[in-house]
């Protein structure tokens, strides 16, 4: 109807949407059927709540404007409390009002009526009466009561607690996944020693049977060889592992940290209640996340040195004994008479 009506006036006048972004509009325009050009204010309202709602989320991508509005409904729940006792106050005030007009005290029994009046008064509306000092005193209330109560303050405390479970687990399986690989290193270490003297027995064994050592002498070559080949194996599968150790306890530790951070604000969460600060907290949480990577960065050096190198420098220094044992065994030996 509103296209029709358009075309029939002969001038394709832009929709709301169009005219406030000033760019050109299409006849077949997404916009024109919801926002037509006799309505400007109604796109003008929605464009100023999307743009908001951008703004407010590029500061807390997370929540939005969600904090701000339970902010907002906190108020307003404050200011309606303070309306009904407001309210309450002016009710009372109008009723003594009332029973005192056209009464004058004279003499004391008149006062006593009054006082017995202004008591059945307070009885009757609650509060203390007026003129006199005492005020109505709150209990403060717990503070997880008040996050019981606030929407944003509850939603925050059960991600937080959820991560931090997420992040148990993840400590769990990196810690199972470092003894694992220091099992395997062990083991690498095992099937060294193990293999060199299983070696050197069997070399031993068959130079002390051969008839010719001369002969067992000339092919000793081949396991050297093989022994050599074995042990620059274990070498390099030991150095892989312990790259993979070291990986492991990194993640593990940055683990660990995202977990006492964690702690911490639900800690802070859970002993400040609706004081609690949404976008300052959040935002410090992540400056210190930041931070940390960034300390972190700044810190890894290229190291020329590593402790791990030193089993790898014995392994081999073990290799070329093992290497040099097998060549004297197999022809140090003495002829047979």
């Given at each position: 109807m509103k296209e029709a009506g358009r075309q029939q006036?002969?001038?394709?006048?832009?929709?709301?949407?169009?005219?406030?972004?000033?760019?050109?509009c299409a006849w077949d325009c997404v916009f024109a059927p919801h926002f037509p050009a006799d309505e400007p204010q109604k796109f003008a309202n929605v464009h100023r709540v999307l743009v908001y709602e951008a703004n407010a989320r590029v500061r807390d991508p997370v929540y939005g404007c969600v904090g701000v509005i339970s902010s907002l409904h906190c108020q307003v729940q404050a200011l309606e409390a303070q309306l009904a006792m407001a309210q309450a106050q002016m009710v009372r005030l109008r009723m003594l009002a009332h029973l005192d007009f056209g009464r004058s005290p004279t003499g004391t029994g008149s006062t006593t009526t009054e006082d017995d009046r202004r008591r059945k008064l307070q009885r009757l509306v609650g509060g203390p009466p007026p003129g006199s000092s005492a005020?109505?005193?709150?209990?403060?209330?717990?503070?997880?009561?008040?996050?019981?109560?606030?929407?944003?303050?509850?939603?925050?405390?059960?991600?937080?607690?959820?991560?931090?479970?997420?992040?148990?687990?993840?400590?769990?399986?990196?810690?199972?996944?470092?003894?694992?690989?220091?099992?395997?290193?062990?083991?690498?270490?095992c099937l060294f020693f193990v293999l060199h003297s299983l070696v050197l027995l069997l070399l031993y064994h068959a130079s002390a049977s051969a008839r010719p050592p001369s002969a067992a002498c000339r092919r000793s070559w081949i396991p050297c060889l093989c022994s050599l080949v074995c042990s620059l194996a274990i070498v390099w599968a030991v150095r892989?592992?312990?790259?993979?150790?070291?990986?492991?306890?990194?993640?593990?530790?940055?683990?660990?940290?995202?977990?006492?951070?964690?702690?911490?604000?639900?800690?802070?969460?859970?002993?400040?209640?609706?004081?609690?600060?949404?976008?300052?907290?959040?935002?410090?949480?992540?400056?210190?996340?930041?931070l940390r990577v960034e300390a972190k960065g700044g810190a890894a050096k290229v190291r020329k040195w590593s402790a791990r190198d030193l089993a790898a420098m014995v392994l081999l220094a073990?290799?070329?004994?093992?290497?040099?044992?097998?060549?004297?065994?197999?022809?140090n030996q003495e002829p047979r008479s």
């Open positions: 006036h002969g001038t394709a006048s832009p929709c709301a949407a169009c005219k406030l972004l000033r760019r050109r005020a109505p005193c709150h209990k403060p209330r717990h503070p997880l009561h008040q996050i019981a109560e606030s929407a944003t303050h509850k939603l925050l405390l059960k991600q937080w607690m959820k991560e931090e479970e997420i992040v148990a687990r993840r400590v769990a399986l990196r810690e199972s996944r470092v003894d694992a690989v220091r099992g395997q290193i062990a083991a690498l270490y892989y592992k312990a790259d993979t150790e070291s990986v492991l306890e990194r993640l593990l530790e940055r683990e660990r940290e995202d977990g006492l951070l964690l702690a911490k604000c639900v800690e802070e969460l859970k002993r400040k209640g609706a004081e609690f600060d949404l976008l300052k907290e959040v935002d410090a949480l992540r400056r210190a996340k930041s073990l290799s070329c004994g093992a290497l040099g044992l097998t060549r004297f065994v197999l022809c």
